[in-house]
């Protein structure tokens, strides 16, 4: 529970009953990171005497995108590359609580912006996992361009996961107070044109274009259109 800044907030813990014997969430990294990420995206969104600016349909999903996308970026580690798979909840639940894995391949993770027009995806942790894919494309490009630093406490800009942290809670900053999915994606791209010039303008383009939330994506009341286009500096 995340009340405006200034105020305590509050995560409780559970213990999960799908192993034997039953496991403690808050043993869990991703679980524990997730539920930090909440109390932060509430509070950076909308300014922090507002903590109710992800509680609409995108928005409320995209807060569960964030969240499941800061515990993958502290699960990284130098050596790693882009055919990691990364699974949320696997210790807690003994198999993960996602519908796919994070990844940057297509077959393995195939959720781009279209999938919002379906049912299921109506639920915000189902949003979330399609927000958190095209973030994890994001951080991958820009992981390729500038390496993994192995200490993100160190806040070396210079590393790429590091920088795409930085991107991220600047972006909550930049966006509207429950942002569409197109507003999120303007306000990260706005916040890698404020702190670097724009040098990764194109590489999260990309990312975004490749699953759906192109140039010429948007929204017309629950319809959702997707668009591959990147902006024609961009285009390979
Ligand atoms: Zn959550």
């Not at 600016?53 to 130098?78: F, H, K, Q, Y």
């Amino acid at each position: 529970m995340t009340p405006p800044d200034g105020q305590h907030g509050v995560m409780r813990m559970y213990l999960w009953n799908l192993t034997t014997p039953w496991r403690d969430g808050a043993l869990e990294q991703d679980i524990v990171v997730h539920e930090y990420t909440h109390g932060i995206s509430n509070r950076l969104t909308g300014g922090p005497a507002s903590a109710d600016c992800l509680s609409s349909g995108e928005a409320s999903g995209m807060g569960e995108g964030w969240s499941d996308t800061v515990a993958n970026i502290v699960r990284i580690a130098p050596n790693d590359t882009r055919g990691l798979h990364l699974k949320v909840g696997c210790y807690a639940s003994g198999r993960g609580i996602r519908t796919y894995p994070y990844s940057t391949n297509m077959t393995a993770n195939p959720l781009t912006y279209g999938f919002l027009n379906r049912a299921e995806y109506k639920e915000v942790h189902q949003i979330g996992e399609v927000w958190a894919a095209m973030l994890y494309d994001a951080m991958w490009n820009l992981m390729d361009a500038h390496g993994i630093s192995g200490d993100l406490f160190a806040h070396d800009l210079q590393s790429g996961n590091a920088l795409f942290l930085q991107l991220l809670l600047d972006g909550m900053k930049l966006q509207p107070c429950n942002p569409t999915f197109s507003d999120a994606r303007d306000a990260i791209v706005q916040a890698d044109h404020v702190r670097t010039g724009g040098a990764n303008r194109c590489a999260l383009w990309r990312a975004f274009a490749k699953r759906g939330l192109g140039t010429l994506a948007g929204a017309t009341g629950k319809q959702h259109t997707e668009s591959y286009v990147v902006p024609p500096d961009c285009a390979a």
